[in-house]
């Protein structure tokens, strides 16, 4: 048993994703597990991880989600805008989408 908090993330059908967690009755042997809505941005991790994106390439994509520009976006990561182009670039060859919207919608799951 490792300090993880006992978590995981399920996606269920169109759109729907759900959080379980579970935790140890004081003083048994008892589980209790509750099933919640996962908020959107709550999904970032696992869609990041999903399609193997590297850590910088996360950062790029928190930014897309806020909608900043590109301009903005790359002064906040400290990065050339050419930089920034190029890592989102490589996260739509990742996930399989063409355009911000398309990877802002498949991201947060709406």
Not at 20 to 35: H, K, M, P, W, Y
Not at 63 to 70: A, F, I, R
Not at 75 to 90: G, I, N, P, W
């Amino acid at each position: 048993v490792d300090d993880h908090t006992p978590e995981a993330r399920v996606h269920l059908a169109e759109g729907t994703w759900v959080t379980l967690q579970a935790a140890r009755n004081e003083g048994t042997d008892d589980i209790a597990v509750s099933i919640e809505p996962t908020p959107p941005l709550a999904r970032v991790d696992v869609y990041a991880r999903c399609h193997g994106l590297a850590p910088r390439e996360r950062e790029v994509l928190e930014q897309l989600l806020t909608g900043t520009d590109t301009r903005l976006a790359a002064r906040a990561l400290d990065l050339s805008e050419h930089t920034f182009q190029d890592h989102v670039k490589s996260i739509f060859a990742k996930t399989g989408t063409h355009a911000r919207p398309q990877l802002v919608s498949r991201t947060i799951g709406t």
